[in-house]
């Protein structure tokens, strides 16, 4: 099975089941080392793989979350998760397809960073369906889409934005979520829900730290330019110097993360030991 050229399709794939389908596929060849490495151009993609079932809107019109306590409210609540789950899949995926000629380490990070994205969405999935409505029923943004097209052209970029930035800021909200579900626990699905978000935070330091990982990496490589290029002068460079302060701050699992105590108190956090 070719490498890129596989990969390529997975992501575009535009159904969730067969993207899950053929990534299974394509994870059982690479683990069985049955697959090569031609070269391939590099796609830039024009639009998130989820188009084809989900109305993109700008994030100010994405539907309000409504109280816990409601149905429609919860429906709301799970439909953003699995957005992020669904969108992660495609963003690990297109780390592992985009930078080229890596350690072996990178791609196998990846890979196994979309299993666990994989894992997430349909751990999500089955408690929609409990709860009457599936993936695509609600408008979404496309923000960590964006966020892929405009790091498509450096790793440093894209692990510092993405894995650690990003995906390091669902770190901090998910205990907030759980606290916000824990009095409807009695509710169907919500014990469940409440459970996935144990995996998630306990996966999501994991995917976290390969993209500390991995930034450090790009921060050695000959071509990186020190004087313009940290974590926080890149984050600057794409939030335009608006690095949220003040959000509680989850320092455990940022530190396990690989955040030093400095960066954590960049971020904003009062104390870090
Ligand atoms: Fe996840
Ligand atoms: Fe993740």
Redesign the pocket.
Known sequence: MEFYGTLEGIIEASQPMEKIALFEEFWSAYQEGSIDYAPSNIKIFSHPSYGAFCTIVPPRNVPLRKRMSTLEGRQLFLHAIMHIEYS?IDLALDAAYRFRNLPSDFYHDWLS?AA??IRHFLLLNEIANTWGFKYGDFAVHSGLFEAGVVTAHSLLERMAIVPRFM?ANGLDANPKFKEKLYPFRTIEGVEKLLLALDVILH??ID?VSKGSKWLNYALSLPEHNPLSQDYFQILEHFFHAKVPKGAPINIQARKQAGFSCAEIIHLGAQKCD
Do not use: I, R
């Open positions: 992660a960073v666990d994205e995906e996966d999501e995917h």
